[in-house]
């Protein structure tokens, strides 16, 4: 009776802690029966193979409680039928029991929908919520007018480092920056490249200093140095010609003299007084002929500018014609 | 009877020897319990194999500053792996996370990309035979929108600690900010108007 008590909590002793120590505190006690045999007694006691975990496990059991954190795939702790692996002729794929490719391929036993849910409910004291008056793009547009990109890589490897990561780029519209007709055309001619004209944005990517803080420093200071210089108007800006114009402008062109021109010899030919250029320059189909020819250079020649310059020389050298 | 309460002693003694909870451990380890109690009774698993996170665990303080938090328009998280069942159950564990934590989420996957190399064979001659290897990566991209600076930095702090071996990341934030206050108006007259006060 002792003997049978002893040797089951050796089993247990045994199975549970599987401790050297604990089982070599326990091999003088079952020595002490018979006699020393050499082969027997010497060799250390095989403990026998427990059955596996799986079996006392419940349906209902709490299964984050098995696979708290990022495990290797144990085959007596998971109770569930898997095989893995390329069969042999009229074979099927190995069972889970010493399968290295199970092993090998990272497991996700320890992130099942509950155990998420339950990380989550903890997490959720963390986070903060979004304002409510931010909902759509343009009201984001509105009150935060600049957008900072920034990159951040996580990989495994020899370093942690990414010289990639220090790169920041700066994107704002011009639009909803305070700045008059000079400033805005003297920055879109400072930055050149960075500025997109068809979506209004300028875009400013800093990577020469060595660390992300750095980097979004200098595109602030980037930022405010252009704005505050496109606002100054410097002494050799007057010798602007009109190879440097951004736009089409009217006064002062050659467009202008020759129409003058043109308009006065007829008004000579035909009448005796001579009207001044601000008459002329201010008549209804004056304005029009140059609204036409602004048009047209600005936006470029299609069916309908076209359409319009034409009827407004007809009406400036009064070329109607009425078709009867 | 008697090697009943032989082994209970045992089992006590174990559970004294180990420190762990040992009312409930020597409960649980007598195999005549079985798994009537679990449904019941919330108490420790039945295998004392690994030690239990204590019950009374003190929830770390939450501390709230006044600064204003930042905001992201958008998280923009592209996770490359050289296998797609990996990214499957990776994509089912962030778009289940990002919901309990209310985060607008959207999938996409952009199409992979392969490298191949051909080498020679043998060490030494034998130029007509070689070997072909190729390098595999696939891609998921998590498109995240409207976000706080305390959300993202929880979300991507969960996201990061779970990403498995073998799995790369490169996560893109676009932060919105208000104009700085030296960019609302040029300096130039508020520096004529000091040289006249001064002059």
């Given amino acids: ?324 | 009877m008697a090697a009943r309460a032989a082994c209970a002693a045992v089992c006590r003694r174990l559970g004294q020897e180990l420190g762990s909870l040992s009312v409930n451990g020597s409960k649980s380890s007598t195999a005549q319990a079985g798994g009537l109690l679990l449904s019941s009774v919330k108490r420790a698993p039945s295998s004392s194999l690994h030690i239990d996170v204590p019950k009374d665990l003190i929830k770390p303080t939450i501390t709230t500053s006044d600064e204003p938090d930042t905001l992201y328009k958008r998280l923009s998280i592209l996770v490359k792996a050289h296998d797609k069942a990996v990214l499957d159950s990776y994509e089912y564990f962030a778009v289940l996370a990002a919901k309990e934590l209310g985060i607008s989420i959207d999938v996409h996957e952009p199409p992979r990309k392969m490298e191949r190399l051909t080498l020679l064979k043998s060490v030494h001659i034998f130029k007509k035979h070689r070997v072909q290897y190729e390098m595999r990566t696939l891609y998921r991209r998590f498109e995240l929108k409207h976000l706080t600076g305390c959300t993202a930095n929880v979300y991507l702090e969960y996201i990061q600690r779970n990403l498995p071996e073998g799995v790369a990341m490169e996560v893109t934030k676009t932060q919105i900010q208000q104009l700085p206050e030296h960019i609302k108006e040029p300096m130039w007259e508020a520096l004529t108007k000091e040289e006249d006060s001064k002059s």
């Fill in chain 1, 1 to 324: 009776m002792a003997v049978a008590a002893l040797q089951l909590g050796r089993i247990l002793c045994a199975g549970s802690r599987g401790l050297r120590g604990f089982a070599s505190a326990v091999r003088p006690a079952a020595s002490r029966g018979g006699p020393r045999l050499a082969s027997r007694s010497e060799r250390p006691i095989r403990r026998k193979a427990l059955p596996p975990r799986t079996e006392k496990m419940d349906v209902d059991q709490d299964w984050p409680s098995v696979y708290p954190v990022a495990a290797p795939f144990k085959p007596s702790a998971v109770p569930l039928p898997v095989r893995m692996g390329y069969p042999v002729k009229k074979g099927v794929p190995m069972a889970k029991e010493g399968n290295l490719e199970l092993l090998k391929i990272p497991n996700f036993l320890h992130l099942t929908p509950v155990a998420i849910k339950r990380h989550c409910e903890a997490l959720k004291d963390f986070c903060t919520e979004w304002p409510a008056a931010l909902d759509s793009d343009e009201k984001c547009e509105k009150h935060f007018p600049i957008e900072i990109d920034t990159a951040d890589y996580v990989s495994s490897g020899p370093s942690v480092r990414n010289p990639k990561a220090r790169v920041v780029t700066l994107r704002v519209k011009l639009s909803s920056l305070n700045l008059d007709n000079h400033a805005k055309k003297k920055l879109i001619k400072l930055v050149g490249e960075r500025y997109c004209k068809t979506t209004d944005v300028l875009s400013i990517t800093t990577d020469r200093c060595p660390l992300k803080r750095q980097n979004y420093d200098y595109a602030l200071y980037l930022l405010t140095v252009l704005y505050h210089e496109s606002w100054k108007t410097e002494e050799w800006e007057k010798n602007k010609t009109e190879a440097d114009m951004e736009e089409y402008v009217w006064e002062n062109s050659s467009s202008e003299k020759n129409v003058l021109q043109t308009l006065l010899q007829i008004r000579a030919a035909d009448s005796s007084g001579a009207p001044s250029r601000e008459e002329l320059l201010g008549t209804k189909e004056v304005e029009d002929y140059q609204k036409c020819v602004v048009r047209l250079k600005n936006e470029g020649e299609n069916e309908e500018s076209l359409a319009q310059y034409k009827e407004s020389v007809k009406r400036l050298l009064n070329l109607e014609c009425s078709l009867n």
